[in-house]
């Protein structure tokens, strides 16, 4: 047989309320969950930029240092090829020859008063 | 409602077995690669993946006093095979031969070997290493190698030095200063992708290897350029063996010019021989000669013995002296100690020799650095051979006074005069101003170092005075003179040891040492001339040498001469040369010059603006090129306070 039994409206209410803070508290579990779940994915994606960004630049630091190698290669050539043209030997030879140039004579060089 | 929890819990279980078991099965396959096979997995996979690069060392340079260089180094490449690679021999030993210009069968025959690696040729030309690269060939492979350049050809060759294929310094100054220049090799691992391409993901920190130092000669490019060409002149002209000149600043001892003859291009250095690459100047010793004499006088001064105006009998030519006869090119009779030295009298010498007695001719023998290297910074230096007066027979003391019977390097004899040149100081030579690290840092810097004292500032100020009459009229030097300058020097003589059948042979060796100007000097030079033919004295084949290299030297150093040279000599001598600018300069000269108003100088060349300048002994300052424009103050004006006159040229 069914027995009724009366509960006091008061108590109703503070069953009530518990449930509300609990639930509120639940929420406040899962908003934290999602949080950390997406500033972890978060992270690993940021990671993975990192890493990418790393082997990009890893990239561009050995074309770059390729780069720099060859113009110094260059530059060493250019270096070889000024110091050859401007010789003393060839430019002697050139200034006798195309430009029929000649030692200054005995006078022809002018000392300032 | 039971049965159906009861199947829902054996499911649970299920999964979870199923689950634990995958678990364990990637849990025991990654022990397996991670832990049991970890070591030779990561092996494999680095080899795939990293690769080290060789960053091969980088020489530093060589360079003159002016910044010139002597000495570059670039990277060349170098072909080579990896024999068990290649598939068609035949066509790759073609191509090859071809593109390198080698013979077929020689490349078959490398292809053929056994070794897997070899060389094809080394150091090819960027064209032929495009044109290989083209026939992109597995097996082929090319290699950087450091490659050395003198840019200058053979100047200078024999100071220089080379280096090896595998550049290390083999001699000369490569070889001194190899420690210094060669650099490091350096090594780093880097990561690769799937195309073999590097990806520098750590930096490049481990690639950046610092080059080689830099080293910077006391050379001058200009006066070794002359001191060479000048030398091979004479040495052709009077068809000699060989030649050698020296040029030195003698306050510092640094050396501006050292040449030798046969010359050497160390870009070529297995095509040419030992003889041809040697240094003589410092390897080699001669027997000097009537230049030996001016350290016998020396000593006569500095002892006070003798005296500059002391009368000596000259035995008119022929003075038995030991039991031998001492001969004289010219018989005299008296002559003062300043003329024996201007006539090169070997009497008078050993008449003096006698006076000064061997001990102490022997102590500046030593003092003024004979029978001992000079301690220049060039490999190979030798100290010439000088005896102790302990064992000088009675004849050597009259050899000893004409410089024979002992022998010294050429370097040596240069030093000495420029101790009479400095006012008494034995300077030590050398060649490297500093070595240079590339980030700046001075690792060895050469200054000027005083070896010792070897005669009084007086005596040698006296010394030089004689040494100047030697090239003025009546000496033995006159061909060494030159205009504008005073040259002090002497010339020298001597016969070339018999290896063979002993005593003299009649090979001689041609020679003249001075300084200039005599009474400041900016430079002492030698030029030795070995086994001349068609002349063979020193004053005919080396002192016009002297002469051509000094005057070069002089002007490459900007001396002005002490003796000015009159401008209406000048203008005489350009009139063949420069007509255009010589009727320029008549057609603006004034017909007469007042004396107290400004000159003109409108439209004169530079040149003829400073002779006229010059001429009236006006002071100008000149402003631009070309052809005078406009002057300040104007001609026909007066003098301003400062006496200047301003010339703006244009054109």
Redesign the interface.
Request: aromatic letters at 2%; proline letters at 9%.
């Given at each position: 047989m069914a027995t009724a039994v009366s509960v006091p409206a008061r108590k109703v209410a503070t069953v009530k309320r518990e449930r509300a803070v609990r639930s509120t508290a639940s929420r406040w579990r899962l908003f934290l969950g999602i949080f950390l779940g997406l500033a972890l994915i978060g992270a690993v994606l940021v990671h993975v930029w990192l890493r990418l960004q790393?082997?990009r630049?890893?990239?561009v630091?050995?074309t770059t240092?390729?780069l720099q190698t060859r113009l110094e290669?260059e530059n060493?050539?250019l270096?070889?090829e000024?110091?050859?043209l401007?010789?003393?030997?060839r430019l002697?030879a050139l200034a006798r020859q195309r430009l029929g140039l000649?030692?200054?004579?005995?006078?022809?060089?002018?000392?300032?008063? | 409602m039971r049965r159906s929890s009861q199947r829902n819990h054996r499911r649970l279980w299920v999964a979870k077995g199923l689950f634990l078991a995958l678990f364990l099965a990637v849990g025991g396959r990654a022990f397996q690669l991670q832990v049991l096979q970890g070591d030779k997995l990561m092996r494999l996979g680095q080899r795939q993946h990293l690769k080290e690069w060789i960053v091969l060392p980088k020489r530093g340079a060589l360079i003159d006093r002016a910044g010139e260089p002597l000495a570059l180094s670039m990277e060349s490449q170098s072909v080579y095979i990896r024999p068990h690679r290649i598939q068609e021999a035949d066509k790759v030993s073609h191509h090859l031969a071809e593109i390198l210009r080698l013979r077929a069968a020689e490349v078959r025959q490398k292809i053929a070997s056994e070794k897997p690696f070899v060389w094809i040729k080394r150091q090819v030309s960027s064209p032929e290493a495009e044109k290989i690269q083209a026939l992109n060939l597995d097996g082929i492979g090319m290699y950087y190698e450091p490659n050395r350049h003198y840019p200058q050809g053979q100047l200078a060759g024999q100071l220089i030095g080379f280096v090896g294929r595998d550049s290390e310094g083999l001699e000369g100054l490569e070889l001194k200063y190899n420690d210094y220049i060669r650099g490091e090799t350096g090594s780093s691992v880097t990561e690769r992708d799937a195309l073999g391409r590097r990806v520098l993901v750590e930096g490049i920190g481990g690639l950046q290897i610092p080059p080689g130092s830099d080293i910077h000669l006391t050379l001058d490019t200009s006066i070794q350029h002359m001191a060479e060409k000048e030398l091979e002149a004479s040495v052709l002209k009077y068809r000699a063996k060989a030649g050698v000149a020296i040029v030195v600043e003698p306050r510092t001892g640094e050396v501006l010019a050292l040449a030798n003859y046969p010359s050497f291009d160390p870009n070529n250095y297995t095509k040419l021989t030992a003889e041809q690459r040697r240094n003589r100047a410092v390897t080699d010793s001669f027997e000097p000669g009537s230049t030996f004499k001016t350290i016998l006088a020396a000593a006569a001064l500095d002892e006070e013995i003798v005296g500059k105006e002391d009368l000596f009998y000259c035995e008119m030519g022929k003075y038995p002296f030991a039991g031998k006869i001492i001969h004289d090119t010219h018989p005299y009779g008296w002559l003062s100690f300043a003329k024996i030295l201007q006539v090169s009298s070997n009497i008078g010498f050993t008449k003096i020799a006698e006076k000064v007695k061997k001990e102490r001719y022997f102590k500046y023998i030593e003092k003024f650095g004979f029978g001992k290297v000079t301690g220049i910074d060039v490999p190979g230096e030798v100290p010439g051979l000088v005896r102790r007066p302990e064992g000088w027979s009675g004849i050597d003391l009259a050899t000893h006074a004409f410089g024979q019977g002992i022998s010294t390097t050429p370097l040596q004899m240069v030093m000495a005069y420029a101790a009479i040149a400095n006012g008494g100081f034995l300077m030590r030579p050398y060649v490297t101003r500093r070595v240079l690290s590339p980030r700046g840092e001075v690792l060895l810097e050469n200054q000027p170092q005083v070896v010792r004292r070897v005669i009084s500032e007086k005596n040698s100020k006296l010394l030089a005075a004689m040494l100047r009459d030697v090239t003025n009229e009546g000496g033995t030097g006159t061909m060494a003179n030159i205009e504008g300058f005073e040259v002090a020097g002497k010339t020298g003589t001597a016969q070339k040891a018999d290896t063979i059948h002993g005593g003299y042979s009649k090979k001689r060796v041609g020679s003249f040492v001075g300084f200039v100007p005599a009474n400041d000097p900016r430079l002492v030079a030698l030029v030795l001339i070995d086994e001349p033919e068609a002349q063979v004295y020193g004053g005919v084949v080396a002192a016009p040498v002297f002469r051509n290299i000094a005057q070069g030297a002089l002007r490459r150093l900007a001396v002005a001469p002490e003796k000015a040279t009159p401008v209406s000599a000048t203008a005489k001598q350009m009139d063949s040369t420069t007509p255009r600018m010589v009727k320029r300069i008549e057609a603006h000269a004034p017909s007469h010059i007042d004396a107290d108003a400004v000159p003109s100088f409108i439209g004169l060349s530079f040149r003829g603006a400073l002779e006229k300048a010059q001429t009236l002994k006006v002071k100008v300052r000149l402003q631009g090129n070309g052809y005078v424009v406009k002057q300040a103050p104007a001609a026909g004006g007066r003098w301003t306070d400062e006496q200047t006159v301003v010339l703006n040229l244009q054109g």
């Open positions: 790393v082997v630049m890893g990239y630091l050995s240092s390729k290669q060493r050539e270096k070889v000024l110091a050859t401007t010789s003393p030997d002697e000649i030692a200054p004579e005995k006078g022809q060089i002018v000392v300032l008063p | -």
